[in-house]
């Protein structure tokens, strides 16, 4: 035990060391913020919700010079924003909220989540019509390495109408510590333990773009959640690209190929722990 001291597409994008430059991340807690900030071209939110702790979110800038394959947008975290700010020196980083979990999450995890913190928003594509929904993501978490299958399996999902898009590629296996690390799908997975890159997390999961081919004419829901998984502590987050959330794949990074998700339906549906 410790001490406290979708279908996706992804990108072959060039992990950056750091630089003079770092990774800047500002506390935000207003949802429509956080929402504008992720926002692209042909697509309307509205009726956004925030459920979260003071400081488990933000806005983020400096992303490419600190290893990651994305410079800015928007960070949820199951403890502290900032936290993930480098430079990795701290095996245990954490804060515990004191948050509730969250039940979708506790279903795609297998067990009890806490300090969640979830975005929500209804969208819709502009012109009345149904259309394409893409946004690029990164996770991070402080439970890589020392504490992959061992019970506390931080967790996050997508939920396009309530149903869950974040799924390691070409699997239905929902993305978390244990399913992405340096033994189970390791070619998406960056190790940070030996501190290389500038920033806190002990490891983070190379750039992969949610693709959502053909919803339906109407408003939709969009929900974005993460939490601990099993205890309070060791932070996890997940970095949402800016201006990423539309009806096309951003340019700055190379067109995914096309994935069509069916039979999820989405096209009809509009305790502290003590280290041994």
Same mark, same amino acid.
């Given at each position: 035990?410790? @001490?406290?001291?979708?279908?996706?597409?992804?990108?072959?994008?060039?992990? @950056?060391?750091?630089?003079?430059?770092?990774?800047?991340? %500002? +506390?935000?807690?207003?949802?429509?913020?956080?929402?504008?900030?992720?926002?692209?071209?042909?697509?309307?939110?509205?009726?956004?919700?925030?459920?979260?702790?003071?400081?488990?979110?933000?806005?983020?800038?400096?992303?490419?010079?600190?290893?990651?394959?994305?410079?800015?947008?928007?960070?949820?975290?199951? /403890?502290?924003?900032?936290?993930?700010?480098?430079?990795?020196?701290?095996?245990?980083?954490?804060?515990?909220?004191?948050?509730?979990?969250?039940? +979708?999450?506790?279903?795609?995890?297998?067990?009890?989540?806490?300090?969640?913190?979830?975005?929500?928003?209804?969208?819709?594509?502009?012109?009345?019509?149904?259309?394409?929904?893409?946004?690029?993501?990164?996770?991070?978490?402080?439970?890589?390495?020392?504490?992959?299958?061992?019970?506390?399996?931080?967790?996050?999902?997508?939920?396009?109408?309530?149903?869950?898009?974040?799924?390691?590629?070409?699997?239905?296996?929902?993305?978390?510590?244990?399913?992405?690390?340096?033994?189970?799908?390791?070619?998406?997975?960056?190790?940070?333990?030996? /501190?290389?890159?500038? %920033?806190?997390?002990?490891?983070?999961?190379?750039?992969?773009?949610?693709?959502?081919?053909?919803?339906?004419?109407?408003?939709?829901?969009?929900?974005?959640?993460?939490?601990?998984?099993?205890?309070?502590?060791?932070?996890?987050?997940?970095?949402?690209?800016?201006?990423?959330?539309?009806?096309? +794949?951003?340019?700055?990074?190379?067109?995914?190929?096309?994935?069509?998700?069916?039979?999820?339906?989405? @096209?009809?549906?509009?305790?502290?722990?003590?280290?041994?």
């Amino acid at each position: 035990m410790k @001490l406290l001291s979708i279908s996706t597409t992804v990108f072959a994008g060039l992990i @950056l060391s750091a630089t003079a430059q770092a990774l800047v991340i %500002t +506390p935000e807690n207003n949802g429509t913020t956080l929402a504008n900030t992720i926002l692209g071209s042909g697509i309307t939110v509205s009726n956004v919700t925030y459920s979260g702790a003071n400081g488990a979110s933000g806005s983020f800038t400096g992303g490419n010079s600190s290893g990651l394959d994305i410079d800015k947008g928007i960070v949820l975290s199951s /403890g502290q924003a900032v936290t993930a700010q480098g430079p990795n020196n701290n095996t245990g980083a954490t804060t515990n909220n004191g948050f509730a979990g969250y039940a +979708p999450l506790d279903v795609l995890a297998s067990a009890t989540t806490h300090d969640s913190t979830v975005l929500g928003f209804d969208f819709e594509f502009d012109g009345g019509a149904g259309g394409d929904l893409f946004f690029n993501f990164i996770f991070g978490s402080e439970e890589y390495l020392e504490w992959v299958n061992k019970g506390f399996n931080d967790v996050f999902g997508f939920f396009v109408d309530g149903v869950n898009t974040a799924f390691v590629p070409s699997t239905t296996t929902p993305i978390s510590v244990d399913n992405i690390n340096t033994t189970t799908n390791s070619s998406l997975f960056v190790d940070n333990t030996a /501190g290389i890159h500038n %920033t806190q997390m002990d490891g983070f999961t190379k750039a992969m773009q949610i693709n959502l081919k053909g919803l339906s004419t109407g408003k939709h829901t969009m929900e974005f959640a993460i939490a601990d998984t099993g205890d309070f502590i060791l932070d996890s987050w997940i970095f949402i690209e800016a201006d990423s959330f539309s009806n096309v +794949p951003t340019n700055t990074v190379p067109e995914p190929s096309s994935l069509i998700l069916l039979g999820l339906g989405l @096209l009809s549906l509009g305790f502290a722990r003590k280290k041994l």
